[in-house]
């Protein structure tokens, strides 16, 4: 079965710009998680996503958004790049909408470098 | 605020004794506590969890307890390994509609042969 695959794996960007990462969750999960984990900080949440719709997003500015696609995968989009959007960029799946034990099933990550 | 704090950065162990990684939280309302290992360039892996309702729970040679009038979580595991060398997160949900994992800033466990 494959687990959480995103991409790309690496992304640069100048401020400014905006960046566009992607996730596809494990079959049969239908809950996304979005994390930002910085360089020495833990992971901080950014979203999430189930059956298509937001159901939380955290403490982050408007132009961090996304979406969910009727395959459950989701995108996140972050406009107006600053430098210290430079993170390793997790994304998660469930497939219990946050009940059972809270298990989440995370992937390797998107390296958002901002110059 | 941060609900979800470890306090040490990083820990040493010689290989065979017990690594004991300490978290502490500050919220009465998760229901669940979780521990993950991240090793480098890969995403946090799923280690161990514990019900609110729980003071103990253990797999293997890992083993979670949980103080729930001090709002403290500690990791053991023995005998330590040096595979198990990598970054352990402690991890907590909420028992209301807000289900996502808030998780602590993470333990660099080195297990020295």
């Known amino acids: 079965e494959a687990g959480v695959t995103q991409s790309p794996t690496h992304l640069i960007k100048t401020r400014g710009q905006q960046a566009t990462l992607r996730c596809s969750p494990i079959?049969?999960?239908?809950?996304v998680y979005w994390y930002q984990q910085a360089l020495g900080l833990g992971l901080q949440f950014l979203l999430w996503?189930?059956?298509?719709?937001?159901?939380n997003r955290g403490n982050f500015p408007p132009r961090f958004s996304g979406r969910q696609f009727p395959n459950y995968s989701s995108e996140l989009n972050v406009n107006a790049l600053e430098l210290e959007d430079s993170a390793l960029y997790l994304c998660?799946?469930?497939?219990?909408?946050?009940?059972?034990?809270?298990?989440?099933?995370f992937g390797e990550g998107s390296r958002l470098t901002v110059l | 605020d941060q609900q979800v704090k470890q306090n040490s950065p990083s820990l040493s162990v010689q290989e065979g004794r017990i690594s004991i990684l300490n978290c502490d939280y500050t919220?009465?309302?998760?229901?669940?506590f979780l521990w993950y290992k991240k090793y480098p360039a890969e995403g946090p892996t799923f280690l161990i969890s514990?019900?609110?309702?729980?003071d103990k729970n253990e797999d293997g040679r890992f083993t979670v307890f949980l103080n729930k009038s001090a709002k403290h979580l500690s990791l053991h595991i023995v005998p330590s390994q040096p595979g198990d060398s990598a970054v352990y997160f402690c991890?907590?949900?909420?028992?209301?509609?807000?289900?996502?994992?808030?998780f602590g800033s993470g333990t660099q466990l080195t297990v020295l042969p």
């Open positions: 998660a799946s469930s497939y219990l909408a946050g009940r059972g034990t809270g298990e989440l099933f």
């Open positions: 079959s049969g999960h239908t809950s």
């Open positions: 996503y189930d059956e298509g719709e937001e159901r």
């Open positions: 919220n009465s309302m998760f229901d669940y």
């Open positions: 514990i019900s609110s309702i729980k």
């Open positions: 991890a907590a949900r909420p028992s209301g509609s807000a289900r996502q994992l808030t």
